[in-house]
């Protein structure tokens, strides 16, 4: 099994992550897993393994290999290094206190997007549950596609035809409930009410029974720092009183961040 998307990449390097990508699917995986699922030869699957825990980024439990805390060690500088995304932890938090609902923000990773900050509501069933079907919903570094929730819908709002082609050619647009956006022609009618409103809304398209409206917040420079976003269960959306005042709330939360990025003078570009 190749992913082999990066055509210049260094192929060993590509395996290496690959290798990495299939163990943290499958929630660890032995040497001759490996060996079978990819086909190569025992001694080249082992000096990948061998060299990735002796660095730390695999570790060996019994026969089995997982992924290591050395790439906790890189996600948190990554997650820190910028001004912005500090600053979105803020918001996040501050949305979520104003609200006392689910909150998040989100920034595009490699066609998908990945939850850098979330704050849960305080009788959530996700946060006993974070391995589970239902803590995937909001976990720090969680991956999504982009078509399904509120914050990756705003941001493809911002992209280019082209731009969302491309993603839509990589990811797909598959279901996760019957709600979900699977074809191109939805999904382009879905930016354009995007657009005009000025934020997404994913009513039970990620996961039945949440509702979940997200905008995009801008750098000083007008690029997308990332995408804030706001949840709450179904049973909880009284008189559509959510449609009506979350992304009201929602909206200044994120022209109040856009606003300290301004202040900072410090323009946070997208690498």
Same mark, same amino acid.
């Given at each position: 099994?190749?992913? %082999?998307?990066?055509r ?36 080249? &699957? ?41 600053l ?12 006392? +609902? ?25 946060? #006993? =549950?974070?391995?589970?079907t ?19 819908k ?6 280019s ?16 409930? +019957?709600?979900?956006?699977? %074809?191109?022609?939805?999904?382009? #009618? #879905? ?16 996961? =039945? ?10 750098? !000083?420079?007008?690029? !997308? ?14 008189? =559509?009183?959510?449609?009506a005042?979350?992304?009201? &709330?929602?909206?200044e ?19």
């Open positions: 099994m190749s992913t %082999d998307h990066a210049d990449g260094v192929k060993t390097t590509e395996r290496s992550f690959e290798f990495v990508e299939y163990i943290q699917r499958r929630d660890g995986a032995t040497l001759s897993e490996l060996v079978s699922e990819f086909g190569l030869a025992k001694s080249t &699957v082992y000096k990948h393994l061998s060299t990735l825990e002796s660095h730390g980024y695999l570790v060996k439990e019994s026969e089995r290999y997982h992924v290591g805390l050395k790439f906790h060690h890189h996600g948190e500088y990554a997650r820190l290094r910028k001004r912005g995304y500090r979105a932890g803020r918001a996040v938090q501050d949305l979520a206190d104003r609200t006392n +609902e689910e909150a998040d923000f989100v920034v595009e990773n490699d066609g998908r997007t990945i939850t850098i900050y979330e704050s849960y509501h305080p009788q959530s069933s996700y946060r #006993d =549950d974070l391995f589970g239902a803590g995937d919903l909001s976990r720090s570094g969680t991956y999504y596609r982009m078509h399904c929730t509120a914050g990756g705003a941001l493809l709002a911002t992209f035809d082209e731009r969302v082609e491309a993603i839509v050619d990589r990811w797909g647009l598959p279901a996760r409930t +019957e709600n979900t956006i699977t %074809d191109r022609e939805a999904l382009y #009618d #879905d930016r354009a009410r995007t657009r005009e409103r000025g934020y997404a809304v994913a009513d039970e398209e990620y996961v =039945d029974g949440l509702c979940a409206v997200g905008t995009v917040v801008s750098n !000083p420079d007008g690029s !997308p720092l990332g995408a804030l976003g706001m949840s709450v269960p179904t049973y909880r959306r009284e008189n =559509d009183a959510f449609e005042e979350a992304p009201a &709330v929602l909206i939360t994120a022209r109040d961040l856009e606003a300290a990025l301004e202040e900072g003078g410090e323009a946070e570009t997208r690498s």
